[in-house]
């Protein structure tokens, strides 16, 4: 079976909020995309200091609302068939941020609501309507020397039984720079009926004016061993 969705694509630039500036206690807007061969991810939101806490540092909110589509080949009363889902969702959630000299680490959770859509509805394959999902995640930065620096992030979605999925991305990267970093990433995405593992290159680049761009791309390869490309763009802005 062909199977690359996940819940939790939304990775693709959440890595810039780790390297926000912890003198500014301004609104980070975020916003991007990933898209593969059979499933794409959209999102937009906004990551908000709070109780004192300034990006990079102290308590935050996040809050986001996507757009999942993906689609793979199934059987359906006996018959070959390509199943498609569309499913919107919103999620907010808190989380704590610390920064040192060379570190830097975020832990954060938060509660999802997520509508999927399915076309045609196979009972049983896929979760199907309104679905509520709990995800703890990790972030954290540390840098090995002046220009190099590695990065994880690790999360996993509590959701019923086939909506659960696992995410794991780790990246190596090269700063010659401050506004300048690019690198080699691994990411590992696991639900009841996927598993995905891509690897691939990025490339960040920060604007003195407050903007952030990150470009990824490279090879996902799903749980029978069928592989495509994939491609991600995000943004980020400070207000």
């Known amino acids: 079976m062909k199977h690359t969705s996940s819940l939790m694509t939304m990775a693709v630039l959440f890595g810039l909020s ?32 709070i109780l004192g806490g300034k ?5 935050f909110n996040r ?8 689609e793979y080949d199934a059987s359906y009363n006996g ?16 989380g704590y941020a610390w920064q040192g000299k060379s570190y830097g680490i975020n832990l954060s959770a938060s ?8 076309s045609p509805n196979i009972p049983d394959e896929e979760p199907e309507g309104k679905v509520l999902v709990f995800s703890p995640q990790l972030q954290a930065r540390y840098d090995i020397t002046e220009h190099i620096e590695t990065d994880l992030i690790a999360s996993h979605a509590f959701a019923k039984k086939n909506a659960e999925t696992s995410f794991g991305r780790l990246r190596l990267g090269y700063k010659p720079r401050w506004d300048w970093k690019f690198g ?10 996927f598993r995905v593992k891509q690897n691939g290159l990025y490339l960040v680049h ?10 990824s791309g490279g090879k ?5 061993n069928s592989s495509s490309a994939y491609f991600g763009l995000g943004i980020s802005k400070q207000f």
């Open 18 to 49: 780790l390297n926000a500036s912890a003198k500014d206690d301004d609104p980070l807007f975020i916003g991007g995309f990933q898209r593969a061969d059979h499933n794409s991810y959209t999102f937009a939101g906004v990551i908000t200091p």
């Open 55 to 59: 990006l990079g540092e102290g308590w």
């Open 63 to 70: 809050t986001i609302a996507s757009w999942l589509t993906y």
């Open 79 to 94: 018959q070959p068939t390509t199943l498609k889902a569309k499913a919107p969702g919103i999620e907010t959630g808190f």
């Open 111 to 118: 509660v999802g609501y997520r509508d999927f859509r399915l």
């Open 184 to 193: 080699l990433e691994g990411v590992y995405q696991e639900g009841e009926n």
């Open 206 to 215: 920060y604007l003195s004016s407050g903007w952030g761009v990150e470009v």
């Open 220 to 224: 996902a390869e799903s749980r029978d």
